[in-house]
């Protein structure tokens, strides 16, 4: 028992002896636990090289390639345009740089200058392969630890493709790319070329760009001519060209209280630079670059600068044409933006690029075209309004093909061009009231379906805001059930607003954005931006004058350019740009716009357009504050975009017409001079034409005929299969006395009635700030007022319903009934009396119809003919007017016509 007791596993461990564990098996232990870690780390290091070599193929390889010869071609790039007659490219100017830059030979430059700059900025330059891997570790260590010290990793080659691409972010995506750029950019280039592009490249203050402008500016003398001094000087001022530019004038404050110039901060490091070239080894001697002896004299000369005031602009001489038209410097523009896009480089790079590479642009301008806009714009006669202030009005237009998206002309403001780089009011984006409206209510809407040409809205306030009536139209009057194309005719805003309203605001806004290339933001998405044109920022001429073009192009849109291709020295295509195209909107959309801003310039807002011999669309733009004027306008070869204001001050236009049209017409005419008349294009199917009724806009009735104002019937076309099935809604008959020019009354004589039509709707009531009603002062279209064929203010008018008062009260005229026959005074139906019942109650009022005042018969006054009847007074006159003066004689005349 005892032995199977000492057996039990229990017990077990305290009797048995523990077993040695032999050092050989802890060295295995040891050695497999590291071979795990290292297995691991080596597997964690290979993917994450996997993945380092990924990002390297696909993000940084297409952008690495950087070529010399892009740089230092000292080419200038020629600008092309198309000869309309025979088709050939023909050049019309050179493209000069604003740089003020003299690219030279290395050879032709002092060693002196390469010297210094190897010395003081990458003293291991001829040894390493582009990249100083002790520098950067050194300079990566200083970042991690949190140092301030000032300690650069860049070689010199590193810094030469910085400035070629531009690329200066602190960040690591940009120095990855940068190393990788260095050692594959010194395989291709020896370290003579290197020096020669950083020399060219580098700023060296007061608009000097480049060691020869440098030496020219600093010391009146060629790059090759400078001393060891003179050329450390010039190198000091690379490091911080504010601070060591030996001829600012100027004055810095220590942290100590004293103070300090740039020329002694340049001395200062010019004499460091000179230390270092006597230490530093030249690879060709294995001898420094300077003695000692010669170091301390360099240090000692004087140097002389120049007395040159300004910067170096007046150093750098070009060829032919300095300044550049509108259209060139805009194009320059363009193809900079498109080529650092397309390359990956900065748009300083692409600049160079441009100024520099020999590149064959061939542009969209037509010369005809553009010169007609420079001459009508240079004439500051042409459009001779001043602001309250005296400044000139200015203005830019952009001229474009419709049927290409080609810009053939462009003027960005008033006046002669006298220099380079100033504002381009053509390109920037303002204000354009009105104008928007054919782009993002009315061509949105029809192509949405969501309205017709049929359609009307009320031409009466839509709601209150701000406890005031909105919108506001210009002039401020509401004239009823209007046509769209009436709205778009007149640029009726409360049209524009039902309009969008009928769309809504997410597809106006996608159609705008997406099918017309409009640069509007999402707070732009709203009715009042949409429909009347107060956006965040604003449009272009060019946006606008490229979206109108669609109307002419049968819904086609075209994306703007100014030029198709850009080709290097060698012919080879660095540019295509053939922009986009796509169905904006249905041809029958297109066909109904270009007919309703047609009806604008024939006879709507933007009659002063009108030129003979031509056709021609558009719309006017107002802001609310008249602080812009715009015009679009186009024919079936060209569309012109003008807008006009004060773009530094924003006063108030006081003008008479509107100016954007004063710029627009002689510079469309003259362009148009010899051009063949014609229309715009019509679909050849897909329309069709329906009778409505003018006010409803849907099928007419016998009452829509038999309107009090003459029949309502109009023939509309319409896009095939959208025409309206439905009868007229709002028309009703009613019987009219024609004598009393009313709604018959039972006074009236059945020889005096007729049964004509008139509307019938209920309206919001409005109330101005002095408490008139919107609806009394509301007319139709040919200004007859509403109390004319408005059932409700018909009844109104001769007392048949109140009148509600801004107050919420109710008030009916001094008369009541017609006016021609036997009108009556205000009775109240349930209380005759006046609501007092009593006769002996001093507040009481009798009926007139009991002549005995309430008390009866004995209350009666005695016959004083003893019942002979007494013939009255003969009856006066018929009133020709119907009881309403000058105006029921006009409404008299209006009916009496036929």
Request: glycine content about 8%; proline content about 5%; aromatic content about 8%.
């Amino acid at each position: 028992m005892e032995e199977r007791r000492n057996t039990h596993p229990q017990g077990a461990d305290h009797s048995r002896k523990r077993r040695k564990v032999r050092p050989g098996h802890v060295a295995g232990g040891v050695v497999m636990t590291v071979f795990t870690l290292v297995l691991i780390g080596v597997c964690t290091t290979l993917m994450l090289l996997g993945i380092f070599m990924k990002y390297v193929n696909t993000s940084l390889l297409p952008t690495l390639e950087v070529r010399a010869e892009d740089y230092t071609m000292s080419q200038s790039s020629v600008v092309y345009y198309q000869d309309k007659e025979s088709g050939q490219w023909v050049e019309f100017q050179k493209v000069h740089g604003q740089e003020n830059r003299v690219l030279i030979d290395i050879d032709d430059m002092s060693p002196y200058l390469w010297q210094a700059a190897v010395s003081i900025e990458d003293e291991r330059f001829f040894s390493h392969h582009g990249v100083d891997w002790k520098r950067t570790l050194g300079a990566t260590l200083l970042t991690l630890t949190g140092s301030n010290d000032s300690y650069g990793g860049s070689t010199i080659t590193q810094q030469m493709l910085k400035n070629m691409t531009g690329e200066n972010q602190n960040t690591i995506n940009r120095k990855v790319k940068e190393i990788f750029r260095a050692l594959e950019f010194e395989k291709n280039n020896t370290k003579s070329q290197i020096l020669e592009l950083y020399l060219n490249m580098i700023y060296l203050g007061s608009g000097c760009g480049g060691v020869e402008t440098a030496a020219e500016y600093y010391f009146g003398k060629s790059a090759k001519d400078l001393t060891a001094a003179e050329s450390a000087c010039i190198i000091a001022i690379t490091n911080n060209p504010s601070l060591y530019n030996p001829k600012y004038e100027r004055t810095y404050t220590r942290k100590d209280g004293t103070t300090v110039t740039p020329r002694q901060l340049n001395k200062k490091r010019q004499e460091l630079i000179l230390d270092k070239m006597s230490k530093v080894i030249n690879p060709d001697t294995g001898k420094p670059y300077l003695t000692k002896e010669e170091c301390e004299a360099a240090k000692a000369e004087p140097l002389n600068f120049t007395d040159t005031s300004g910067d170096a602009s007046e150093l750098v001489k070009t060829d032919g044409i300095e300044i550049n038209n509108w259209f060139v410097e805009q194009l320059i523009k363009d193809v900079t933006t498109d080529l650092a896009q397309a390359k990956s480089i900065s748009y300083e790079a692409a600049q160079r690029l441009v100024n520099n590479s020999g590149y064959q642009i061939y542009c969209t301008m037509d010369p005809d075209i553009q010169k007609i806009a420079e001459d009508v714009y240079a004439d500051l006669s042409n459009l001779n309004v001043h602001s309250a202030k005296g400044h000139q009005l200015q203005s830019g237009i952009t001229i474009m093909d419709p049927y290409t998206g080609n810009i053939v002309g462009m003027v960005g403001a008033m006046g002669p061009k006298t220099q380079n780089l100033v504002d381009n009011y053509a390109v920037q984006k303002h204000q354009v009231g009105s104008s928007i409206k054919p782009l993002t209510v009315y061509s949105a809407a029809l192509d949405a379906g969501a309205v017709t040409p049929a359609t009307t809205f009320d031409n009466y306030p839509v709601e209150l805001m701000n406890n005031s009536p909105w919108p506001k139209n210009s002039p401020n009057t509401y004239t009823g059930w209007t046509m769209i194309g009436e709205g778009v005719r007149r640029s009726i805003n409360t049209i524009a607003v039902q309009t969008v309203e009928a769309l809504g605001v997410v597809d106006s806004y996608a159609y705008a954005t997406e099918k017309l290339g409009l640069s509007l933001v999402p707070e732009d998405m709203a009715v009042s931006p949409l429909a009347m044109g107060g956006l965040t920022y604003g449009l272009s001429t060019v946006e606008m004058a490229a979206a109108f073009s669609a109307f002419a192009n049968s819904g086609v849109y075209n994306s703007p350019k100014m030029y198709t291709e850009v080709r290097d020295s060698n012919g080879e295509t660095v540019l295509k740009n053939e922009g986009e195209t796509h169905v904006a909107m249905k041809e029958t959309t297109a066909y109904f716009m270009n007919q309703m801003l047609t009806s604008v310039v024939n006879a709507g807002t933007g009659t002063s357009a009108k030129f003979s011999g031509m056709t021609i669309a558009g719309k006017t733009g107002t802001t609310d504050n008249s602080k812009t004027r715009y015009f679009v306008g186009y024919t079936p070869y060209y569309c012109a975009a003008v807008w006009t204001g004060y773009p530094k001050t924003n006063e108030k236009i006081s003008a008479s017409g509107n100016p954007a049209i004063t710029m627009w017409k002689p510079v469309m005419q003259k362009i148009h001079e010899h051009l063949e008349n014609k229309s715009f294009a019509k679909p050849a199917s897909g329309l069709e034409q329906v009778t409505v009724c003018a006010d409803s806009g849907l099928l007419c009735t016998d009452a829509c005929r038999s309107d009090i104002r003459g029949s309502r019937a109009v023939q509309v076309t319409v896009a095939a299969g959208t025409a309206p099935t439905e009868s007229c809604n709002l028309h009703t008959f009613v019987d009219y006395c024609t004598e009393g020019k009313c709604v018959a009354t039972d006074s009236c004589p059945s020889s005096a009635v007729k049964q004509v039509g008139v509307l019938d709707f209920e309206r919001t009531e409005y109330f101005k700030a002095d408490g008139t009603r919107y609806a009394s002062i509301a007319t139709d279209s040919a200004k007859n007022p509403d109390k004319m064929f408005h059932l409700i203010e018909m009844k109104r008018a001769i007392g048949l319903e109140p009148t509600p008062t801004a107050s919420g009260g109710e008030t009916y005229p001094e008369v009541i009934g017609c006016p021609a026959h036997a009108g009556m005074t205000p009775v109240d139906p349930d209380h005759p009396g006046g609501g007092v019942d009593d006769p002996n109650d001093p507040n009481y009022s009798p009926s007139v119809d009991d002549p005995s005042g309430g008390f009866g018969d004995a209350n009666l006054p005695e016959d004083p003919t003893g019942g002979i009847v007494i013939p009255s007074e003969p009856p006066a006159p018929e009133d020709p007017s119907g009881g309403f003066g000058d105006a029921g004689m006009w409404a008299a005349n209006l009916f009496n016509r036929n």
